[in-house]
């Protein structure tokens, strides 16, 4: 059976998205080294992404062998009613998690203790600065600064993950 036909045979789960999330993490981190920047901020931001919903879901109590895709739609529905003009970019902007995240939580009376709120709002402000989903239909054109910071900054969250849904 073709990759394809494989992967669309079996449906996400948040478990899926940890494991994608590791190696893609990896991945980036050996395009950065080989000199290629965009690329590596590419994957970089998927691993932000990812890493921002798990902490979504995992807080709102799914389970690693829950599937992802019926919690986005409920997701996007919950922010228009508790988040104010936050686009979600088709389930791909790294604010809209981190709002999603951080008002839930508020809401919840759990915030995030505040250096850590505070580190994670600035470094996904941050990394929104940098990578963006459509980037890749086009060039190259990140620069050596914005490498480092995308990979300080993902590291920081992969770092933390655990502690934003906890």
């Known amino acids: ?11 996400e789960t948040v478990q ?7 190696e893609k993490y990896w991945e980036g981190i050996e395009l950065l080294a080989a000199g290629r920047p965009g690329a590596g901020i590419y994957l970089m931001g998927y691993v ?10 995992r807080f709102d109590g799914a389970q ?3 599937l992802v895709a019926p919690r986005l739609a409920p997701s996007r529905s919950w922010a228009k009613v508790h988040l ?12 809209f998690w981190v709002q999603v995240l951080r008002t839930k939580r508020a809401l919840a009376g759990r915030s995030l203790p505040p250096p850590v709120d505070s580190r994670l709002l600035q470094r ?8 963006w989903v459509q980037m890749r239909y086009r060039p190259d054109q990140a620069l050596p600064r914005e490498a480092d910071t995308m990979y300080d900054d993902v590291t920081w969250i992969r770092d933390n993950r655990i502690r934003l849904w906890t």
């Open 1 to 11: 059976m073709p990759l394809r036909a494989r992967l669309q045979h079996e449906p």
């Open 16 to 22: 899926d998205f940890e494991i994608a999330s590791d």
């Open 48 to 57: 932000a992404e990812m890493l921002l919903k798990i902490a979504c879901f």
């Open 64 to 66: 690693p062998y829950d």
């Open 84 to 95: 104010h003009r936050t686009d979600d970019e088709r389930y791909h902007s790294l604010l």
């Open 124 to 131: 996904t402000r941050r990394m929104y600065q940098i990578w």
